[in-house]
Structures are given as structure tokens and as C-alpha cells.
């Protein structure tokens, strides 16, 4: 009768370890790959950043109504919408994914 309890527990034991090696492994995955999508964000927002500081006008050359660099702007601040919402997509997709296995 005690050998049986032990290969039970030494069963249920191991059935729990790799339960939570794998829990371990898929987060550790999602996290890995979280952090690369926020480090994407934020190169891409840099990026458009820099792209309209290279396109601002002068101090002396100021238009009355838009500046040289409306046009810029507006891409930049349109870019940046869409990287945000691409990013919030794939994370939401990641964490989908993680709560299913």
C-alpha cells in the first residue's frame, strides 16, 4: 500500500512539474515577445519624431497660417495612431494566446 501512494504522489508530482514548466516556458515567450513589440513602439515613435524635428521651419521663416512642415505632421501624428494601434493589437493577440494554453 505505500508503494502505491508514492508512485501516486511521484505521478502527480510530475504531472504538476510539467504543467508548470510549461506555464513557465509560454511566459517566458510572451513576455520576450511583449518586450520586443515595445521596443518596435518605441523606435518607430522615435523615428517619426526625429522625421518632423528634420522637416521643422525656421524661427524666421513662420508662415501666418501653417507651417512648412503641416504636411509632416500630420503623417507623423497619423503613423504614429496607426503603430499604436497595431501594437495593441498584437499584445491583446499575445495575451489571448498565453490565457488559452
Same mark, same amino acid.
Given at each position: $500500500?505505500?508503494?502505491?501512494? /508514492?508512485?501516486?504522489?511521484? @505521478?502527480? +508530482?510530475?504531472?504538476? /512539474?510539467?504543467?508548470?514548466?510549461?506555464? #513557465? /516556458?509560454?511566459?517566458?515567450? /510572451?513576455?520576450?515577445? $511583449?518586450?520586443?513589440?515595445?521596443?518596435?513602439?518605441?523606435?518607430?515613435?522615435?523615428?517619426? $519624431?526625429? #522625421?518632423?524635428?528634420?522637416?521643422a521651419p525656421s524661427?524666421?521663416?513662420?508662415?501666418?497660417?501653417?507651417?512648412?512642415?503641416?504636411? #509632416?505632421?500630420?503623417?507623423?501624428?497619423? @503613423? +504614429?495612431?496607426?503603430?499604436? +494601434?497595431?501594437?495593441?493589437?498584437?499584445?491583446?493577440?499575445?495575451?489571448?494566446?498565453?490565457?488559452?494554453?
Open positions: $500500500m505505500p508503494l502505491f501512494f /508514492a508512485a501516486l504522489f511521484g @505521478s502527480l +508530482a510530475s504531472f504538476f /512539474a510539467q504543467w508548470l514548466t510549461k506555464k #513557465a /516556458a509560454l511566459g517566458a515567450a /510572451a513576455l520576450t515577445v $511583449m518586450a520586443g513589440l515595445t521596443v518596435g513602439f518605441w523606435v518607430a515613435l522615435k523615428g517619426l $519624431m526625429t #522625421a518632423v524635428l528634420v522637416a524661427l524666421c521663416a513662420l508662415d501666418w497660417l501653417l507651417p512648412n512642415n503641416t504636411g #509632416a505632421c500630420f503623417a507623423a501624428v497619423i @503613423s +504614429a495612431h496607426i503603430v499604436r +494601434a497595431v501594437y495593441d493589437w498584437h499584445i491583446q493577440n499575445i495575451k489571448v494566446l498565453s490565457y488559452i494554453t
